[in-house]
Structures are given as C-alpha cells and as structure tokens.
C-alpha cells in the first residue's frame, strides 16, 4: 500500500521525559489530520480522500510519526502505487511548506505571485527575499477558516509551558520549525481572513519625495507627493536589492516610481493601500539644485478610476 510518513515533534523542557499530556496531543493530532485531508483535497479533488493513521513513536522530546494512506485505491490510482506514493510524499512536503509560509506571511508581504516551473506549483516573492514555491490549491487555503483552525490546533501545544518547538520532519529532515515566538502568526482571526473587497484601482508614473527610509520587512516608506504625505510598501525586488548594497538615502531625495493606488473595503470599513511597483530613477536631495527641470513621467498619470470587474 503506497503510504507517506511524517513526525510532528514537539521539544522543550517539559517534554524531557519523553511523556506529553493526551489533552494537548490528540486535539494537535486531530487537527493534524485534518488539515492534511484539506490540502490533500484542494491539491487533488479527484484522488480519494486520505486517512491519517498513528505510529508508535521513535526516540526523541516527543515524536509523533504519522502515516498518510489513501482510504481507498481504485478508480484513479487503482494498480499504480508509485503514483500514489509519490502524490503522498508530495503532500508531505507542501504540509511543511505551507506551514513556513503562514510564520513568513506575518512578518512580510507579498511582492510577486508566478507559475512555477514544477506543474501545478506557484512561486511567491516576498518584500523581504524570501521565494517560497506551493501548490495553487494549498495556497488558496490560506484564507481558509477551517483550514486555518486546524493548523492552530496542531500548533496548540506550544502554548504549554515548557513546550518550545514544533518540528514537521521527513526522514530526519526537518520540512518546517515553529517556535513559541511564532505563535501569533498562526492567530485565526476570522475577520482577516475574509478577503477584502477591491473597490479601485489606479496606476501611473509619479514624482514622489522620501520623507523616511526604513529599512525593515515591511519596506513601508514615508513620502510625499507635493500635497499628501503617506506610507507606500515598496514591491520593486530589484530596487530593494540595491537599498540591501548599500544605496544611500537621505530626506528630501526624488524618486521617479510607478505607483498603484487601491481602495478596498472589509468589515472594519474603507482602506486605501498605495504601493511602489517599481522604481524608474533615484535623484539624491544634494544633486537636484543642479539638474535643472525634471524629465516628465514617460506614462502620464491616470487619474480616472476603473471599477474592478465583480468577481465570482
């Protein structure tokens, strides 16, 4: 029977005598389960579903080892285990990924979605770097509810005292590590997960002066454009990868950028996010009483607002 195996560890203090509290365990368990039933249907609507069964524990804080099977093997996988196993193990690794994802999700944005080169794959950039790739369907669970309680429900027993880390391990190769600290991020918060409403949205080529340079994962800098001062998240990989060398900054510096406006609206109300796509040219503040008048933006600012097209 084709079949995938993973351990969740849990280590710390608490855990040294290798003994865990069933209370916390089989919630973190369940929950576990759960979710790998979840992806496993958003990645492969058609396979049959899997079950998730219980392996006595190896050495370790506390090593849990699971099992992935398929309840059932015929239709589309009926006499090709190698297939199986392998959508198995495929699982496996997009469950750690997805899990990494959610701790880097909270401490930066989304600077690039692209197909990736593996089919059915999406490759994210983050403002920060960081290049995660992850099955489209997995990724659309991200706003998921249920899929985001069971995943909290796995991470629940970090919450104990003593219980420091969780580790998501395939044959001794650890696939994601959640710490303490990174609890928060795995929150659920059932407003933010509803995608908020794109009411507008507009583009074009601005002159925009810096106020503050921060230098963070947020990438949120101060700027004005001559009448409003505001933050923009600066997206332009590129543009941040020469801020990361060394460029210098200082107030009062141009910056030529296409900027994107969007107006959304959720249940907290209206917000308006404005973000630097990329940065065309860089005029420092000491060399701009020299250069004489400013080229105009090759792209005229388009002040007219489209509506988005409603969505399914």
């Not at 049959?48 to 099992?67: H, K, Y």
């Not at 706003?143 to 027993?157: D, F, G, I, Y």
């Not at 609890?183 to 995608?195: N, Q």
């Not at 794109?198 to 074009?204: A, E, H, K, M």
Request: one cysteine or more.
């Amino acid at each position: 029977m084709a079949e995938a195996a993973f351990g969740l560890q849990y280590d710390g203090p608490a855990l040294v005598s290798h003994e865990m509290d069933v209370r916390d365990l089989a919630p973190a368990l369940i929950a576990t389960a759960e979710l790998c039933q979840q992806m496993s249907q958003a990645m492969r609507p058609t396979d049959p579903p899997i079950a998730v069964n219980v392996r006595a524990t190896t050495e370790g804080s506390f090593v849990v080892q699971l099992i992935l099977v398929y309840e059932r093997t015929r239709h589309v996988l009926a006499g090709d285990d190698v297939t199986a196993a392998a959508n198995l193990a495929q699982l496996v690794t997009v469950l750690g990924t997805f899990v990494t994802l959610i701790v880097h999700r909270a401490r930066s944005r989304v600077a690039r979605e692209e197909p990736s080169a593996l089919p059915g794959m999406i490759r994210i950039t983050l403002v920060d770097g960081t290049t995660i790739e992850l099955h489209k369907g997995v990724l659309d669970l991200e706003q998921n509810l249920a899929v985001r309680t069971s995943l909290r429900e796995m991470v629940r027993p970090l919450t104990r005292d003593g219980v420091e880390v969780l580790r998501i391990k395939q044959d001794e190769v650890i696939l994601s590590e959640v710490a303490k600290a990174d609890l928060d991020a795995y929150d659920v918060d059932e407003l933010s997960l509803t995608p908020p409403e794109v009411l507008l949205r507009n583009s074009g080529q601005e002159y925009l002066t810096v106020l503050s340079a921060v230098f963070q994962d947020d990438r949120k800098w101060r700027f004005t454009d001559g009448e409003a001062t505001f933050s923009a998240s600066i997206t332009d990989l590129e543009f941040l990868r020469r801020v990361d060398g060394g460029e210098p900054f200082a107030k009062g510096d141009l910056l030529l950028a296409e900027v994107e406006r969007t107006q959304t609206r959720d249940k907290r109300g209206l917000h308006t996010d404005i973000g630097i796509r990329r940065v065309i040219e860089h005029i420092s503040a000491s060399t701009q009483g020299v250069q004489g008048e400013l080229s105009p933006p090759t792209d005229p600012i388009d002040d007219t607002i489209d509506p988005m097209p409603p969505t399914d």
